[in-house]
């Protein structure tokens, strides 16, 4: 069982900065991806960046060259550094693992942080 913890939600002006980070722990085997994820009300869950075990990293076009998806292996964590945040960023963002096993996939997920861009 994979716990995923997330921290580091909160309000912030555009234009300004926020970094999230997100603690796994449990049983953790197959790990092929670890990404962010974010829902804003009304909408649908969307990808914002994510990292194979590889180090390949993918992100949306809507926050390539302001958001950076980072990991550190040895402490199991996630980061997700937000720059030159637009009110269009405001939404719950999600943790994601994807582990894979033989053939099968299991994605779990954390608790959601807010994050909410407003003057």
């Known amino acids: 069982q994979v716990q995923l913890v997330e921290s580091g939600g909160g309000l912030v002006q555009p234009g300004g900065s926020l970094g999230l980070s997100c603690a796994a722990s449990?049983?953790?085997?197959?790990?092929?991806?670890m990404g962010w994820y974010r829902q804003a009300p009304g909408k649908k869950r969307e990808l914002v960046a994510r990292?194979?075990?590889?180090?390949?990293?993918d992100y949306s076009d809507s926050v390539k060259g302001r958001f950076t998806i980072s990991r550190d292996n040895a402490k199991n964590t996630a980061y997700l550094q937000m720059n030159n945040l637009k009110p269009e960023d405001t939404a719950v963002y999600y943790c994601?693992?994807?582990?894979?096993?033989?053939?099968?996939?299991?994605?779990?997920w954390g608790q959601g942080t807010q994050v909410t861009v407003s003057s």
């Open positions: 994601n693992v994807e582990l894979r096993v033989s053939l099968s996939t299991r994605n779990y």
């Open positions: 449990g049983t953790i085997y197959g790990l092929t991806a």
């Open positions: 990292m194979t075990s590889d180090g390949s990293t």
